[in-house]
């Protein structure tokens, strides 16, 4: 970042923290702390129903978003990471379940 910040400049947009000692993402130029972030631009779980943050894998199939752990078949509930799946009425399924 090749801009100076005045110091009382150099916090979250959003609450005001300042980023020393914490994890903070920079977004359209603009500071952003984890919790800030995460609340405004993280992904909602299909299955969780809750949001995955930064640390989390997000696992995305057509705009419906998933943790790693709550992407399963939802016949065996065995993991679709890194497998072929199918969907059937808005649900999914490992290639076993589907055919």
Do not use: N, V
């Not at 993402?25 to 631009?41: P, S, T």
């Not at 939802?74 to 199918?86: E, G, H």
Request: aromatic residues 10%; positive net charge.
């Amino acid at each position: 970042m090749d801009q100076k910040h005045h110091t009382g400049l150099f916090a979250c947009r959003s609450c005001g923290a300042s980023p020393t000692g914490q994890r903070y993402i920079l977004r359209d130029d603009e500071l952003c702390c984890l919790g800030c972030y995460e609340a405004k631009f993280a992904s909602t779980c299909e299955q969780s129903k809750e949001k995955i943050g930064c640390d989390s894998k997000d696992l995305s199939f057509k705009e419906r978003h998933w943790h790693e752990k709550c992407f399963k078949c939802s016949a065996r509930a065995t993991s679709l990471a890194d497998r072929p799946f199918a969907t059937k009425e808005e649900q999914l399924y490992c290639r076993h379940c589907y055919d």
